[in-house]
């Protein structure tokens, strides 16, 4: 069945029609060409798709976009602040906590919402709040260096 949303996305209200069936990923794919936002898994395991739905961590993979009627996403693209990098992704480029990027959006948007959640997290915590999202070339010590860098960013 098709019906019409509206969705706040990166900061502005858009009214569209979907199909009952699409995934929030393929919407922000397809529809707003938001290109951060990557498949991985496809269902759910791996964090690579994450976006933030009212600011907390969600697959989009894994949720219907129907579901997400009235709330709003946040996705990489609406980090950024023109041609400035967000204080969590200058980290992730200073700490060299990356190397083909592709979990790269995933992991940000999850640092982004720890950190507002919990300022100051434990190594414990860090690695207990990103565990859904997975990396498969760069090591954990520089990922955690990074959310460490950025925790500084943000206090600054
Ligand atoms: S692609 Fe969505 S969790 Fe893996
Ligand atoms: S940097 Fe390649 S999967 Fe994480």
Same mark, same amino acid.
């Given at each position: 069945?098709?019906?019409?949303?509206? $969705?706040?996305?990166?900061?502005?209200?858009?009214?569209? =029609?979907?199909?009952?069936?699409? #995934?929030? *990923? &393929?919407? !922000?794919? /397809?529809?707003?060409?938001?290109?951060?936002?990557?498949?991985?898994?496809?269902?759910?395991?791996?964090?690579?798709?994450?976006?933030?739905?009212?600011?907390?961590? $969600?697959?989009?993979?894994?949720?219907?976009?129907?579901? =997400?009627?009235?709330?709003?996403? #946040?996705? *990489? &693209?609406? !980090?950024? /602040?023109?041609?400035?990098?967000?204080?969590?992704?200058?980290?992730?480029?200073?700490?060299?906590?990356?190397?083909?990027?592709?979990?790269?959006?995933?992991?940000?948007?999850?640092?982004?919402?720890?950190?507002?959640?919990?300022?100051?997290?434990?190594?414990?915590?860090?690695? &207990?709040? !990103?565990?859904?999202?997975?990396?498969?070339?760069?090591?954990?010590?520089?990922?955690?260096?990074?959310?460490?860098?950025?925790?500084?960013?943000?206090?600054?």
């Amino acid at each position: 069945m098709k019906r019409d949303i509206t $969705v706040k996305i990166n900061n502005r209200d858009e009214s569209f =029609t979907i199909d009952d069936a699409d #995934t929030l *990923l &393929e919407v !922000l794919r /397809d529809r707003f060409k938001l290109w951060s936002v990557r498949e991985g898994c496809g269902v759910g395991a791996c964090g690579t798709c994450t976006v933030l739905l009212d600011g907390q961590p $969600v697959s989009s993979c894994f949720l219907l976009a129907a579901r =997400t009627a009235g709330h709003e996403i #946040t996705t *990489l &693209e609406g !980090l950024s /602040d023109g041609q400035s990098l967000h204080p969590i992704q200058q980290a992730w480029v200073e700490q060299r906590a990356l190397q083909c990027a592709y979990c790269t959006p995933g992991f940000v948007l999850s640092v982004k919402a720890l950190l507002e959640e919990n300022p100051n997290p434990t190594d414990e915590e860090v690695r &207990e709040y !990103l565990a859904g999202n997975l990396c498969r070339c760069a090591g954990y010590a520089d990922i955690l260096r990074a959310v460490r860098a950025a925790q500084e960013k943000l206090r600054a």
